[in-house]
């Protein structure tokens, strides 16, 4: 039998007293239940201890565009990733190695004063904005190239 977020709920409320044993819980305590429930998912999913498989996915970029939107319906189509570990890009135009970006932070990113500067990328800024993060590279690809 599997567990469901109701089943979780109902036993938090159990031991924290707000439920006795046998008596189910109303309507405006599951969704409350389940709001918490979802806040401590997604707490859980900030941290890096709690992510168990780093997953390398391909996509092509397009010459001359800077920025992919990641996430359900973006440009890169997966689930948007809290962090992302490392970006490589393979110029498939001159077959050369792949090659590691760096990554910026939010200060280094917003220090580059020329941003829409043309060539191979080798540094990317990664903004985990809801819905959709957003990721940058630097300089812009002017080839078509995977990352």
Do not use: C
């Not at 089943?7 to 159990?14: E, F, G, N, T, W």
């Not at 389940?34 to 970029?61: F, G, K, P, V």
């Not at 498939?92 to 020329?114: C, K, N, P, Q, R």
Request: glycine share 6%; charged share 15%.
């Amino acid at each position: 039998m599997a567990t469901t977020a109701l089943d979780i709920v109902s036993d938090a409320l159990r031991e924290l007293g707000v439920l006795s044993s046998g008596e189910v819980a109303s309507a405006d305590e599951a969704l409350s239940g389940l709001a918490a429930l979802n806040r401590l998912a997604d707490s859980w999913a900030a941290e890096r201890l709690m992510i168990y498989t780093i997953s390398r996915t391909t996509y092509a970029l397009v010459s001359g565009t800077q920025l992919y939107t990641v996430g359900t319906g973006g440009n890169f189509n997966v689930a948007r990733p809290v962090f992302v570990d490392h970006v490589n890009v393979y110029d498939t135009a001159a077959a050369s190695a792949e090659v590691t970006l760096t990554a910026f932070t939010d200060d280094s990113w917003a220090g580059v004063e020329v941003k829409p500067t043309p060539g191979t990328p080798v540094s990317y800024y990664y903004n985990p904005t809801y819905s959709m993060g957003s990721l940058s590279l630097w300089p812009v690809p002017d080839t078509a190239t995977l990352v």
